[in-house]
């Protein structure tokens, strides 16, 4: 048996769209619709209480577009939310979270810098992978950052300036591997780069999550069978501009 039925994906806005290329691009029979909630970003500076209700509401607006799993592409909504989910919807639920144990694993003799939201960097589930894998990690909340790609500024004078004023005390020489911690990251990799050693290598936990959805949709039987092309639908609590915005996103190369 096979199960024909889309893949729900969301974030608090267009930053999952760089988890729902990859997912796409590996699955690419699968049906999935996407949901941005760009009217209640940002999430990473709610209380988890918030983020947990909003992440409830999006999650029963994909359960009604009859989706057999969700996953969650914003690490600050996956720290939060992902086991209350996991316990409310009768679908698997799956999340992302930033890649510092594999971030550890790449790193040669310097350091980790694990860029966040302040929600993700503040969250129980972060202390946790900090004490399994943090030793040589340093944390970086990035407050603000995750607006630029809202705003479709990637590049430009103020995100070098934003960069600059981040890590001015980030030790950068010392930098082997930076985790980008949040969905939005991606899309500024190249602004970031300028700011880092050429050697740093950049990472994000879409991976896992690719590796988690596969297994789960084995487990279940879940693979889409028909043939076609997989189907895709962008929603967003924003609006038709963001919705023009996330497909800009994913043409992107």
């Given at each position: 048996?096979?199960?024909?039925?889309?893949?729900?994906?969301?974030?608090?806005?267009?930053?999952?769209?760089?988890?729902?290329?990859?997912?796409?691009?590996?699955?690419?029979?699968?049906?999935?619709?996407?949901?941005?909630?760009?009217?209640?970003?940002?999430?990473?500076?709610?209380?988890?209480?918030?983020?947990?209700?909003?992440?409830?509401?999006?999650?029963?607006?994909?359960?009604?577009?009859?989706?057999?799993?969700?996953?969650?592409?914003?690490?600050?909504?996956?720290?939060?939310?992902?086991?209350?989910?996991?316990?409310?919807?009768?679908?698997?639920?799956?999340?992302?979270?930033?890649?510092?144990?594999?971030?550890?694993?790449?790193?040669?003799?310097?350091?980790?810098?694990?860029?966040?939201?302040?929600?993700?960097?503040?969250?129980?589930?972060?202390?946790?992978?900090?004490?399994?894998?943090?030793?040589?990690?340093?944390?970086?909340?990035?407050?603000?950052?995750?607006?630029?790609?809202?705003?479709?500024?990637?590049?430009?004078?103020?995100?070098?300036?934003?960069?600059?004023?981040?890590?001015?005390?980030?030790?950068?020489?010392?930098?082997?591997?930076?985790?980008?911690?949040?969905?939005?990251?991606?899309?500024?990799?190249?602004?970031?780069?300028?700011?880092l050693p050429k050697e740093c290598r950049f990472i994000d936990g879409s991976m896992k999550?690719?590796?988690?959805?596969?297994?789960?949709?084995?487990?279940?039987?879940?693979?889409?069978?028909?043939?076609?092309?997989g189907a895709l639908e962008l929603h967003s609590s924003a609006g038709e501009t963001s919705?023009?915005?996330?497909?800009?996103?994913?043409?992107?190369?």
């Amino acid at each position: 048996m096979a199960d024909n039925r889309p893949i729900g994906v969301f974030d608090s806005g267009v930053g999952g769209i760089s988890v729902l290329r990859e997912l796409r691009r590996a699955l690419p029979h699968e049906h999935f619709v996407y949901f941005g909630d760009g009217a209640n970003a940002p999430y990473g500076v709610k209380t988890t209480e918030e983020v947990i209700a909003l992440s409830t509401k999006v999650a029963d607006f994909l359960l009604a577009k009859g989706v057999k799993a969700i996953v969650i592409a914003c690490n600050t909504a996956t720290a939060a939310s992902l086991h209350a989910l996991q316990a409310y919807c009768p679908v698997p639920v799956i999340g992302i979270e930033p890649a510092v144990a594999l971030a550890n694993t790449l790193r040669k003799e310097g350091k980790v810098l694990a860029m966040a939201t302040p929600g993700t960097i503040a969250s129980a589930r972060f202390a946790q992978i900090l004490k399994e894998h943090g030793e040589h990690c340093i944390p970086m909340p990035c407050p603000g950052l995750m607006e630029f790609v809202e705003r479709g500024e990637v590049e430009g004078d103020n995100i070098r300036r934003y960069f600059e004023n981040l890590l001015r005390d980030v030790p950068r020489d010392e930098i082997d591997v930076a985790v980008l911690g949040c969905t939005h990251y991606p899309f500024v990799k190249n602004a970031l780069s300028l700011h880092l050693p050429k050697e740093c290598r950049f990472i994000d936990g879409s991976m896992k999550t690719l590796a988690q959805l596969k297994e789960c949709l084995q487990e279940n039987n879940g693979f889409c069978d028909d043939g076609s092309e997989g189907a895709l639908e962008l929603h967003s609590s924003a609006g038709e501009t963001s919705i023009r915005h996330m497909q800009m996103l994913l043409e992107l190369p």
